[in-house]
Structures are given as structure tokens and as C-alpha cells.
């Protein structure tokens, strides 16, 4: 039986990927590439993890999808937590606070949003909207929302698979972070200085 929780999991992640797809498209028809993952590094480690975000990322959603789904998946996966309602609610709470966070970051990022570094397009630093509060919303949006579904489906796969997103993508902020002292110099530092790296 789908329970309530599963279908608010579902739903939080069609509207993931709603906005993620239609934010891309739109920006796509007015002539932003805003796919530039592994096109800036020159390092062969950092290239091949950003390379495997996006297969990572799909992978993740089919366990997910099962679990939402009640699909057995016992052999696979060893969960190590009981079934805590308040848990999984709290959970679902991370998620949408997340989802929430992720929807201002791309209406405050406008036509500036990529994936991954752009090297050859140069953008204003933006430092207004959620960027006051967080250097870095869309990461901390992943985060959180990784961490709800851990919440919500407590077990070993999830454990590993949220310990190297959230691991993955500190190592991602940091070279983020290299770029745009490099493109912006001061103005970043200053910005640094008043907003932390994630809230």
C-alpha cells in the first residue's frame, strides 16, 4: 500500500524535476547553455565526478521511485532504522523546505544559472534574493533534500549514496568557490565575508 509519505515523495520529486528540467529549457531557448559540466576542469578526478552527477543523480531517483512504490528491494539494501513516523515526516519537511529554497535559488539566479563551471560565459557575481542568506542554495537545497529522503527510507544504500553526494558536492563548492575568487577577486571576498558558505 502507498502510504501519504510516499506520494509526497513522489510529488517532491516531480516538482525537482520540473523545475530543473523547465528552468533549463527556458533558459535553452534564449540562448544560455547552461550544461557546462565537465567542460572547465583540467584535473581528470574532478571532471569524472562531475561526469557521473548526472548518472548518480538518475540512479538515485529509481531507488527512491522503488522504495516510494513499496517495491521489495531487501536484497539490495540492508535498512539499519525502524520504521519512525515522526522521522519520515521530518523528512518530508527537509524535502519541501529544500524544494522551496531550490525554486528562489533560480528565480534569483535568473538567466546566470549553469550546471557546473562556466568558463567562457561570464556572469555578474549575484549576491541578492536567496544569495543573501546562503553562497550557495541550490547545493544546500541538495543537501537538505538528500538528507529528507535518507529521513524518510533509512537504510544502508541511502547512508552511502547521501554520505557521497553531500561529500561530492562540498568538493564542488570548494572549486566553485577557487573560480569565482579568481573571476570576481575583492567583490567576492567581501561577499565570502558577509554570507556563510550554506546558511
Request: charged residues 15%.
Amino acid at each position: 500500500m502507498i502510504t501519504m509519505i510516499n506520494i509526497l515523495v513522489i510529488i517532491s520529486l516531480a516538482i525537482f524535476y520540473l523545475l530543473f528540467i523547465g528552468r533549463t529549457m527556458l533558459l535553452y531557448k534564449n540562448g544560455v547553455k547552461v550544461w557546462v559540466i565537465g567542460t572547465s576542469s583540467r584535473n581528470i578526478v574532478e571532471k569524472l565526478l562531475e561526469m557521473i552527477l548526472f548518472p548518480f543523480l538518475l540512479l538515485w531517483t529509481a531507488l527512491v521511485v522503488c522504495m516510494a512504490l513499496n517495491v521489495r528491494i531487501e536484497n539490495v539494501v540492508f535498512e539499519i532504522l525502524c520504521a519512525v513516523p515522526l522521522l519520515k515526516w521530518i523528512g518530508i519537511i527537509i524535502c519541501y523546505t529544500g524544494l522551496v529554497i531550490f525554486l528562489w535559488a533560480l528565480i534569483s539566479f535568473g538567466k546566470a544559472w549553469r550546471i557546473g563551471i562556466d568558463e567562457t560565459h561570464s556572469n555578474d557575481l549575484i549576491t541578492t534574493g536567496i544569495f543573501i542568506l546562503s553562497r550557495n542554495p541550490i547545493f544546500l537545497f541538495m543537501d537538505l533534500y538528500f538528507t529528507g529522503i535518507l529521513l524518510i527510507y533509512p537504510n544502508i544504500l541511502l547512508i552511502i549514496a547521501t554520505v557521497c553526494a553531500i561529500v561530492g558536492i562540498h568538493f564542488q563548492i570548494l572549486r566553485e568557490e577557487k573560480f569565482l575568487l579568481n573571476q570576481f577577486g575583492k567583490k567576492y571576498t567581501e561577499y565570502k565575508r558577509k554570507t556563510r558558505r550554506y546558511l
